[in-house]
């Protein structure tokens, strides 16, 4: 009997971590996902979108384990907001799914076409970027829009979300992938990147070649460290350290509705506002009515010298503002607080410490709209109405993947367009050069 030595594994796994088993899965998927119809795409997050309320009661006791975990380490009540699922929240994921699936398919939008001279008909025509990674924190929400979003786009994903939303994430993808399987498309199409620890993130970002773009979702550190350590490209999404601007000639009744929305509907996301800065002549006017109703919106103030000489008298809690107030995102129930002589003083603060997210002005005079909006270079300039409009959601484009502050490829929320990249069609008749 002839002996034979073991042949050599031909599993091209065999040698890898399991985050580039992952990423290798991943992009073996977007390949088969990529020229799906848009018919396909859409019955798959329909069958997500019913399988997270089938089984809500799974994702909720998951996310119970992180909360609890949460609690005893101490986490701030704004971070544990963001954390929590509730049922209620689980529908409502569930009804962005299906928004999802009800918007245009992007993939394959012709962007600009035509006939050259020489009669070659040229398209450029919308394509998926191919794998995308996405580096979250306690948000576990962004596990199922960042899936819902990336397959309508044709796109597979990497998710890599916080330790602290581990159970969570773990239940939100075993949910996610039974669904997408069932519906008849790899699983592979969406997965939790392995491991708890920093490696698998360092690793992820160094995934250059199998993932074609990363997207950090989170506090100011989290995005620093992937835009300077990734060798994979980014698409930077930013802090919201955004401002409500009261010109002279406001609506004062308002102005107030629109600040204590602006900074206490949700004190916990990027597009709360962070400073109030109000023109110096209404001030006397308009400072102790936003005082008082900040007071019952129960916000701590942090005034600049001006606004704490409007305190006396007020039931608000103000504090003297420091340097550091003027460029914190508190995701708190606090707000920096300044009196400014002039629109373009106020535009002169944005400029210098706002962090390009969304800057809102509250005025009746069309000239000083169009003014703030010419010099307020945001990814989001409202006029008369809430900072807390800056939202895929709000904005129409269904769940969105992140708030780009940066000015390349994609600016402000990002929704289905953003995750699509383009490529030229050129078609001849034997033509040669």
Known sequence: MTSHSASPSLNPYDDMSPVAQAAYRARAASAEIAPLPRATKDDALLAMADALEVRTSEIVEA???????????????????????????????????????????????????????????????????????IIYEARPNVTVDAAALCLKSGNAVLLRGSSSAYSSNTALVRVLRDAVGGAGLPADAVQLVPGESRDSVRELMRARGLVDVLIPRGGASLIRTVVEESTVPVIETGTGNCHVYVDARADLDMAVDILVNSKAQRVSVCNAAETLLVHQDIATEFLPRALDALAEAGVTVHGDERVLSYAEGSKATVVPATPEDWETEYLSYDIAAAVVDSLDAAVAHIRLWSSGHTEAIVTTSQAAARRFTQLVDSTTVAVNASTRFTDGGQFGFGAEIGISTQKLHARGPMGLPELTSTKYIVTGDGHIR
Request: hydrophobic share 40%.
């Open 63 to 133: 996310n119970a384990e992180d909360v609890a975990r949460a609690r005893e380490a101490g986490t701030s009540e704004s971070v544990i907001d963001r954390l929590t699922l509730t049922p209620e929240r689980v529908r409502a994921i569930a009804a962005d799914v299906r928004h999802v699936a009800a918007l245009p398919d992007p993939v394959g939008e012709v962007v600009r076409g035509s006939t050259l001279p020489n009669g070659i008909d040229l398209r450029q025509v919308r394509v998926p970027l191919g794998v995308v990674g």
